[in-house]
């Protein structure tokens, strides 16, 4: 009798989406003969993978990972991850193979996607419209999760999401309950990042978020572009006036070096990037429209875009000072105010509408994820910090940036 | 590259950047423009908490002798230092106070500025001198397609007649689109949005952004009307390819007659035709499924 394999990606069925963490996975034979000896090894044409060893945590990375598979079907667990530099761009170009250590032809191939945040300026047609796509489709969805994003960050979430150490983990959560939101419509979309100290002539297009032929003037989109049918209470196109060209980079920016500089070895420091470069991207880089003010802000898509700048910044950060929330007083700084402490749970998700807290919390508990348990209904600011899981493995938080290595 | 050879250049591109950074220099009382608008740049969130500083720069905000770049430099700053901040609660009232005596600024990029930022948060005074304006030109402060998008902002204004009247006897073909844009909020509007779709002599923007407002205010008529623009054969390219991605996001699935149209559509000659007609497809085989 042949044996047959089967792969789990994340342990579970149907799953098949890893970063360059390392993602708990597990392998197993129907029964054979005998025990079967193995040897895993990446197979994809785009996307590649490593594996991180077999056991209750990652080891090093290798290239390929032997295994004896047992005769009685038992699963047999390992670790694995896409390799730093070699996302997928679609499902199925990354895979695993899975030989018989004697032969050389592979009994099968697995197909899965290395699925990463990536350069805005940067996507093929197909991942900018694939994501386009999936967001246009959530917008439209009355009261839901783009309802929810949007009112959260109105008024009620100043003092629970800004000026404050909070503000970097906060956000963090947003944005992923919004991709999580997005990955329901189309599991490989993932948020892209507007990496605003570069020119970003593909992003501010007709064709990505628009491309403006003066101040004040109507952003344009192509008609083949999902955004033409953005609306925003019923009407359409997205108000905004950059003070920069659509080929250029304002003055005002400041490069991400700088933010590294400025923001030293410690997170007390490092948090300054709020101001700037956040504050003045939100509203000296713009001299009108919706991302000029906090509460419309998430009017327009680039938002998200640019919080996922921020957001892969600080990640960049956490990865090159290793502060990944094991010692809080550099990984994090003290607060003064509820929602920004360490183990505070935050708003909305935690459902809290007594004062101190805003009277209102849009949306219910944390959205899931195929792929980790992490972080649970009730999300505290610690649990944004490790968020590719190198203290915890099982606190992996299913994203990665196609910059910042996981090993 | 390797882990540590990408560290490696990491941190020298941090060290650059570190041996880079200047120190602004400090307000001497220095009145040419370069000092004062650094003055201004390096102001931080105490700007906002002292009350002789943030008059101060109401006061050269407000101040139309002032140099108007200087005037707009404050402008960012304000903003800047009052987003997403805790303590700007309370200068607010001052501040919009300030805004609203600029609506009628001598300097139209500072004008236009300070009027969204008023009709982002719906302010009213700024809502009645944009709609006063689009009653009669003759006191406009804005040109009209920049008043109906301002006025945009808030749905309960009462633009549309405004928006109406505009269509029918337009300044011009900006004004024409945003009055379309704005009807998309007002379901009474719909048999003209209608109107405008089918029309062929339209501009093809003005359909396109019809199809955008009924795709918003009523998604069945929107799919018949789509339907019947890709069966035909003499339509403007743009409005074909808006007619595809309406039927895309459609809350309805396409008709099966409309399977073998689409399937031509695939092999158009235009490649992002061909993309979009090759997604509505995928709702067929949903449909079938």
Redesign the interface.
Known sequence: MTASIEIQFNNRADTPYVGFAAAPCRIRSIPAKGPLDVKLASAGTVGKVRFYGLGAAPGAATDTLALTLPADGSWVSFWLGGAFGSPSIALGDAAVSVTASWATTPLLSVPLMVRIRKNANKLTDSERDRFLTALVKLNKQQGGPFQIARDTHAVNSVAEAHQGPAFLPWHRAYLISLERALQTIDPSVTLPYWKFDEPAPNLFSAAFVGFWTGPYMPMVFNPTNPLQLWSISGIPGVQRTPQFPPDGVSPLQRSEAYCMAIGGTTYSAFQGLEKDPHNNTHARIFSSGWITNSATAPQDPLFFLLHCNLDRIWAKWQWLQNRFGQDPATSYASASRIGHNFQDTMWPWNGIVASPRPPTAPGGGFPESPCTAAPGPMPTVASMLDYQGKVRPAASLGFDYDDVPFA | ?D?IE??NQ??A??????AA?SIPPVATGDSDPASREAAIVAL??EAIKDDAQFGALLGQLTDPSEDASLR?TIL??I?????????F?ARRPEWLAALRTMIADPDP?LR??VL??LS??KDAQAQSILLNGLKDPAVAVVPPE?AL?LL??D?HTDAYLHARNIIDDAPSD?AR??AV??L??DSESVPLLEELLLDQSELPEVR??AI??L???DQATLHEHAHTILMSDDEH??????S???L??NDAAPRDDLAPRVDELMDHSSA??A??AA?LSTRFSSAES
């Open positions: 590259m882990s990408y560290r990491l941190e591109a941090i060290e650059a950047a570190r950074i931080d969130h707009f960012g700053k903003q800047s230092l009052g987003f997403g901040s805790v303590s609660g990029q236009s500025a969204d930022c982002i948060q920049r998008q945009a902002n749905i900006a689109l945003e844009r704005l998309a909020a396109r952004l955008a407002a795709h918003s205010l390219p743009d409005v074909i390819s808006t595809l991605m309406a895309v996001h992002e035709i993309g979009v997604q």
